[in-house]
Structures are given as structure tokens and as C-alpha cells.
């Protein structure tokens, strides 16, 4: 029924791959599952059924592998499409839209009772008519809180997450969201921890400098990581035209990741708020995360659309 093509992304716990299904005259993406490690993902999926979730088409397994059947994103993911994109000429992600549409599938997921726990780019799919989709539920959980410690990708959980103690699994997504926006921003993320001797990572909160810097002022931190190597670029161009966001309007999306998800006090995280802010000054909405003019110009991250 379904022939593999070729393998799109592996990991610890699956392995997916590019796939064409026979039935349905149509590319699938097959998520292959060892029984080992598989949980309540089949489950979770069966439930979520959203516009921007990449939706799971069927299953099947027997006693060595769950495999999902799920839509395929012919554009990949965030990770891949920003490596891609940088120096060729291809189009950019609008950060806004982006945000508005995975906000609207965390919502709807939250509503439920559930929560992600590994929002990362690598688990944000872009499809061919410019939407994007949260993928991945292999971490998910019903309910709002939780204990566990070792629950999704190190560099975007949040810190309280680490610690062993009860924390809010939503307010922890809007971390994982935030740090996902800044990726799609600038191209790298923040707290990235050296491997030691035996190939094991201390968690951030522990170890990294970039974290205690940023617990010690996050605005100061966030401009010398971010903002000003991004202005000092000698590649950079701030237009302000329609083109193009103003590096104004940089700084004010990153202001409000750090101030309502992106932010130490879980208490103080809120997605509403967020959007809301983030809206302020922006002047038109486009229908797409993401644009496809070829002749767009990209300084060494990403040129934005406004």
C-alpha cells in the first residue's frame, strides 16, 4: 500500500520517511515507531484534528514497529527551511503569520487538555500553500500538570522543567513556542550546552553561560546575542519599506517573546498577550506563514516579510 521513498528525519525514538501511498494516488509521510518506545501517540493523534496539526491519515504496526501514516509537508521543516534558505534566494518566513497559526493549534490542543512538550522548528512543518503545522505529539500528555524531567529537547524546554518539580505543562509550550520564534527570527537559539567527556549534556539551567546571563538581564541578553549581531552584519538590510521588517519591528517581536513566553516566571508566560502585542504595531495581516517570491533577497537569517 505504501512504498518508501526515502527517510525525511530520524531520531532517538522514530524514524520517518517520504513515502508514496498507492490507495490514495498521493506522498505520505510514514513515522515508524520501534514498540519499545512508542506511547500514547497514536491515541493523542486520533483526537487532534486542526487546520495547522499535520493531521495522522492512518496506522499500522505489529509487534516490532507503530507506524503513523500522516500527511506530507512537501516544504519540510522550520529547521531545514531556514538552512536552506540562507544565501539562495528563497522566500522567508513571516514570522506573524507563523505565530498566529501555531498559537491557533496550541490553543485548540490546550482546550483538549493537551500539551506538546517538544514544540522545536524541527516539529514545525511547512506545507506547499504557505501554512505551517505542529508535528510530532510523541511527547504529549493529557493534562496541565506535571513532574517529569526528561520530556522533550533540551535546548527549547523551559527551566522549570528540569528540576523535578510541579510545574504547568501549557505555560512550559509557550516557552519551547517562544524559543521556536526566535529561531525563526535569527537562525540560532540560545541555550545550547557543550557535550562533556562521556557525551552526556549538562542541562542549561545548570551549566550554561548564556542562561545565567540571561536570568541576570533578559532584554540586555537578548539584545547582545540577537539584536546586535544581527544590526552589525554587514549583510543586513533594514529598508523599513514594505519588503521588509524594520529592524524596529525586530526588536519589538523579540521584546514580546521575552516578556510573555520566553520569561522565567511561568506565572508571567501568556499567549494571548503575546499575540496581542505582537499585533500592536503591525499594520497589515498576510494569508500565508510564508512567502515564495524567488527574487527576495535574504540578509544571513532571514529577510521578513511584514
Avoid at 505520505?28 to 519499545?36: C, G, H, R, T
Avoid at 493523542?44 to 509487534?63: A, Q, S
Avoid at 533594514?238 to 521588509?244: L, P
Amino acid at each position: 500500500m505504501y512504498v518508501i521513498i526515502e527517510p525525511i528525519q530520524s531520531g532517538t525514538f522514530s524514524t520517518v520517511y517520504r513515502a508514496w501511498d498507492r490507495r490514495g494516488q498521493r506522498y505520505v509521510a510514514l513515522k515508524v515507531i520501534p514498540a519499545e518506545y512508542y506511547r500514547d501517540e497514536i491515541e493523542t493523534m486520533r483526537v487532534l484534528r486542526h487546520r495547522n496539526i499535520c493531521p495522522m491519515l492512518d496506522f499500522y504496526g505489529d509487534e516490532t514497529n507503530c507506524i503513523l501514516v500522516l500527511e506530507y509537508c512537501s516544504l519540510g521543516d522550520l529547521c531545514d527551511f531556514i538552512e536552506l534558505s540562507r544565501g539562495r534566494g528563497y522566500s522567508a518566513i513571516d514570522v506573524r503569520q507563523m505565530a498566529r497559526q501555531i498559537r491557533s493549534a496550541l490553543c485548540y490542543a490546550h482546550s483538549l487538555g493537551i500539551a506538546h512538550r517538544d514544540i522545536k522548528p524541527e516539529n514545525i512543518l511547512l506545507t506547499a500553500d504557505g501554512n505551517v503545522k505542529l508535528a510530532d505529539w510523541g511527547h504529549a500528555v493529557q493534562g496541565q500538570w506535571s513532574s517529569d524531567t526528561d520530556v522533550g529537547t533540551d535546548a527549547y524546554r523551559s527551566p522549570e522543567t528540569f528540576f523535578g518539580k510541579r510545574y504547568d505543562n501549557f505555560k512550559a509550550d509557550y516557552w519551547s513556542f517562544g524559543l521556536t520564534l526566535l529561531y525563526a527570527l535569527f537562525g540560532k537559539t540560545p541555550f545550547n550546552c557543550p557535550r562533556n567527556c562521556d557525551g552526556t549534556v549538562d542541562p542549561y539551567p545548570n551549566c550554561c553561560e548564556n542562561f545565567a546571563s540571561f536570568v541576570q538581564d533578559p532584554h540586555q541578553f537578548m539584545y547582545q546575542f540577537y539584536i546586535k549581531p544581527f544590526v552589525e552584519s554587514p549583510d543586513a538590510s533594514f529598508t523599513g519599506g514594505s519588503d521588509t521588517l524594520p529592524i524596529s519591528e525586530i526588536i519589538h517581536i523579540c521584546s514580546a517573546v521575552v516578556e510573555n513566553l520566553v520569561n522565567i516566571d511561568a506565572r508571567k508566560r501568556n499567549l494571548d498577550e503575546f499575540i496581542r502585542v505582537m499585533e500592536r504595531s503591525s499594520s497589515q495581516s498576510t494569508g500565508c506563514a510564508f512567502q515564495s517570491e524567488s527574487s527576495i533577497r535574504l540578509p544571513p537569517f532571514l529577510r521578513l516579510k511584514s
